[in-house]
């Protein structure tokens, strides 16, 4: 009986042992709680590197926002600036003494001193050695002051040389610009094209550039004075 009991305890702790053993189910589940943790450690690092590259892209995105805040401040404050400085310029040409030039304003005005000023200068610098008494008489209706006094000079000068070697003087004036128009008083600048002729000579040509100072009188545009540039 003794020796029976022994063997059956035997038995039983061996089969006690064996059940832990290799290729038992003990073993097995153990194993693949072992693998699961392994797996989880080897993944941790992955995790991290993902949530490395998370923050870096967030910090990219971040600094990306800013950017485009920062452009789009700058892009405002350079609009602002323009909006200030066209402010100013339509504030100088409404001010004094600007708005007084109504060759800034007054287009019709402007026009018609432009037209009447070209006709009269086209009038009395052209002349032909007949014609040369008319020409002064119709000068004396549209130049006055100094201008008229310079123009009686000028005749006085060239009349025996225009009659003698029959000079013709043809004169277009071919772009006039008012520089100031104040109620009566102008001030323009002409450009002239000019071509003379001595006999059956043929003709020259000449450019001129005049500065004229006009002034209105009973409605008619009179040249004051006439300097050459």
Same mark, same amino acid.
């Given at each position: 009986?003794? /020796?029976?009991?022994? *063997? =059956?305890?035997?038995?039983?702790?061996? $089969?006690?042992?064996?059940?832990?053993?290799?290729?038992?189910?003990?073993?097995? %589940?153990?194993?693949?709680? &072992?693998?699961?943790?392994? =797996?989880?450690?080897?993944?941790?690092?992955?995790?991290?590197?993902? $949530?490395?590259?998370?923050?870096?892209?967030?910090?990219?995105?971040?600094? =990306?926002?800013?950017?485009?805040?920062? /452009?789009?401040?700058?892009? +405002? &404050?350079?609009?602002?600036? /323009?909006?200030?400085?066209?402010?100013?310029?339509?504030?100088?040409?409404?001010?004094?003494?600007?708005?007084?030039?109504?060759?800034?304003?007054?287009?019709? #005005?402007?026009?018609?001193? #432009?037209?009447?000023?070209? %006709? %009269?200068?086209?009038?009395?610098?052209? !002349?032909?050695?007949?014609?040369?008494?008319?020409?002064?008489?119709?000068?004396?209706?549209?130049?006055?002051?100094? &201008? /008229?006094?310079? !123009?009686?000079?000028?005749?006085?000068?060239?009349?025996?040389? @225009?009659?003698?070697?029959?000079?013709?003087?043809?004169?277009?004036?071919?772009?006039?610009?008012?520089?100031?128009? %104040?109620?009566?008083?102008?001030?323009?600048? @002409?450009?002239?094209?000019? @071509?003379?002729?001595? =006999?059956?000579? *043929?003709? *020259?040509?000449?450019? +001129?550039?005049?500065?004229?100072?006009?002034?209105?009188?009973?409605?008619?545009?009179?040249?004051?004075?006439?300097?050459?540039?």
């Amino acid at each position: 009986m003794a /020796a029976g009991s022994r *063997a =059956g305890a035997s038995e039983s702790g061996a $089969a006690e042992a064996g059940g832990d053993g290799p290729g038992t189910r003990a073993w097995e %589940d153990r194993a693949d709680r &072992a693998d699961r943790a392994a =797996g989880e450690d080897q993944a941790d690092p992955e995790a991290g590197e993902d $949530a490395s590259a998370g923050e870096t892209g967030g910090r990219r995105r971040f600094g =990306g926002r800013r950017l485009r805040a920062t /452009a789009l401040a700058v892009l +405002a &404050a350079v609009l602002v600036l /323009a909006g200030c400085g066209f402010f100013y310029r339509a504030h100088e040409l409404r001010s004094a003494p600007a708005a007084e030039n109504r060759a800034l304003t007054d287009t019709a #005005a402007t026009t018609r001193v #432009a037209g009447d000023i070209a %006709d %009269d200068l086209a009038r009395v610098f052209s !002349y032909t050695p007949d014609g040369l008494d008319a020409t002064e008489r119709s000068a004396r209706t549209v130049l006055t002051g100094r &201008a /008229a006094r310079q !123009y009686t000079q000028l005749i006085d000068r060239i009349r025996a040389d @225009v009659t003698k070697q029959r000079v013709t003087l043809s004169t277009q004036v071919v772009r006039t610009g008012v520089i100031r128009l %104040d109620g009566d008083d102008a001030r323009l600048l @002409v450009f002239l094209d000019q @071509v003379s002729r001595r =006999g059956k000579a *043929a003709g *020259a040509s000449a450019a +001129a550039q005049l500065t004229i100072t006009a002034h209105r009188e009973n409605g008619q545009w009179r040249i004051v004075d006439i300097t050459t540039r």
